[in-house]
Nanobody, 124 residues
Framework: QAQLGESGGGLVQAGGSLRLSCAASGRTFSTYTMAWFRQAPGMEREFVAAITWSGSTTFYADSVRGRFTISRDNAKNTMWLQMNSLKPEDTAVYYC?????????????????WGQGTQVTVSS
């Protein structure tokens, strides 16, 4: 059974940093595009960042570009999201996702595999 598992969430003050991890198990995701989404209470799940299988192409939502960095290590079947200069509006449950697509997907429906999510709370 292919699974994705997020870790690294927590409570941090505004301006601080967190590093989220997404570990894949049950199959290799080395040929999959992977992404991070987030969902705040009462809001739709929104795209945060994505990375192609080789890591050669990345894409970020405007709201996080310049503050967040997505990366992956296919040998470890792991993806990360380094989040710097965090703001209270970054508070959400963060989900990792994967799909065997060739390019970057920015919508929820383009990803077939999802993790359970990890809570990130940024206090002001």
């Amino acid at each position: 059974q292919a699974q994705l598992g997020e870790s690294g969430g927590g409570l941090v003050q505004a301006g601080g940093s967190l590093r989220l991890s997404c570990a894949a198990s049950g199959r290799t995701f080395s040929t999959y595009t992977m992404a991070w989404f987030r969902q705040a209470p009462g809001m739709e799940r929104e795209f945060v960042a994505a990375i192609t299988w080789s890591g050669s192409t990345t894409f970020y939502a405007d709201s996080v570009r310049g503050r967040f960095t997505i990366s992956r290590d296919n040998a470890k079947n792991t993806m990360w999201l380094q989040m710097n200069s965090l703001k209270p509006e970054d508070t959400a449950v963060y989900y990792c996702a994967a799909d065997p697509r060739m390019g970057i997907g920015r919508t929820r429906g383009e990803y077939g595999y999802w993790g359970q999510g990890t809570q990130v709370t940024v206090s002001s």
